[in-house]
């Protein structure tokens, strides 16, 4: 009787498993959203607008007063490798450090799953661009608003990263503050679209009662100090400043890009 006890036991115990098991692997149906939030700092600092930044390599010292830059083309990735591309025409956001709302992109109706990577591009990209000021959509309206264009035949500012600086140890010395201004975007023949791709160590957990928040750690620093060094000090024009927004320094701080965007963390609480 002992034995029969046990065995049944044992049965219950794996049926139990099994059916546990079985609900918890089920593939998740319906859709959810997903909020991407992101951190902009400057080597590994929080961003403080209009403070001193750590020099960098070259020496440089900046005071950052705007960063603003153009996320786009949201492709979310399945942990099986499969994609989901977010709708294009809802794909286009501008963050803006100055509008703390702006650094919550919120994305909606997305395929309930479990999501471990996330693409974006940093601008517009030229097939979009190509479709005319109507083929955009109300996007451009919404940059001009924000300076984030130039005239259409230029088209949009990709990235607008603009401040002073400061470089004592230059070979030609900056000892006060001068103006510095990067924008990147359509530049004479070039067009310096770029896209990101972040893995993330811990999968975003998309369903009907889950609303994930992904973190984005966003070094800045690395527009000017990622693998291409660009120095302003060595940039600067006596009487204007140090200006880029063209050049072969600027395809150069386009590629640095894709070394700006880093996984923090991910939230899944419930909603």
């Known amino acids: 009787m002992k034995n029969i006890l046990k065995f049944s036991i044992a049965v219950w115990a794996i049926a139990f498993t099994f059916v546990s098991c079985s609900k918890n692997d089920a593939t998740p149906t319906g859709n959810g959203s997903l909020k991407i939030q992101f951190e902009n700092g400057f080597a590994g600092n929080d961003l403080v607008l209009n403070s001193p930044t750590t020099a960098t390599s070259k020496g440089d010292v900046l005071k950052i007063s705007s960063i603003k830059y153009v ?98 140890t230059a070979s030609s010395p900056v000892n006060t503050d001068t103006s510095f201004m990067i924008h990147t975007g359509k530049s004479g023949t070039d067009y310096n679209y770029t896209e990101v791709t972040v893995n993330m160590t811990s999968s975003a957990l998309v369903r009907t009662n889950i609303t994930p928040q992904i973190h984005l750690s966003v070094d800045l620093s690395q527009i000017v100090d990622g693998t291409n060094k660009t120095g302003l000090a060595e940039n600067n024009v006596l009487g204007t400043g140090t200006m880029i927004t063209s050049g072969s320094n600027l395809a150069l701080i386009s590629s640095n890009l894709t070394e700006m965007f880093s996984f923090e963390h991910v939230h899944n609480d419930p909603n």
Do not use: H, R
Not at 129 to 154: K, V
């Open 71 to 168: 996320v786009s083309n949201i492709v979310l990735y399945y942990e099986n490798g499969t994609t989901y591309t977010y709708p294009k025409s809802q794909s286009y956001f501008i963050v803006d450090q100055s509008n703390t709302a702006s650094l919550l992109l919120n994305l909606s109706n997305i395929p309930a799953g479990n999501y471990n990577k996330v693409k974006f591009g940093i601008g517009v990209d030229k097939a979009q661009y190509d479709l005319g000021q109507s083929g955009i959509g109300d996007f451009w309206a919404t940059a001009q608003t924000a300076g984030m264009t130039w005239d259409w035949a230029s088209g949009f500012k990709f990235l607008a990263f603009e401040g002073t600086f400061t470089n004592p």
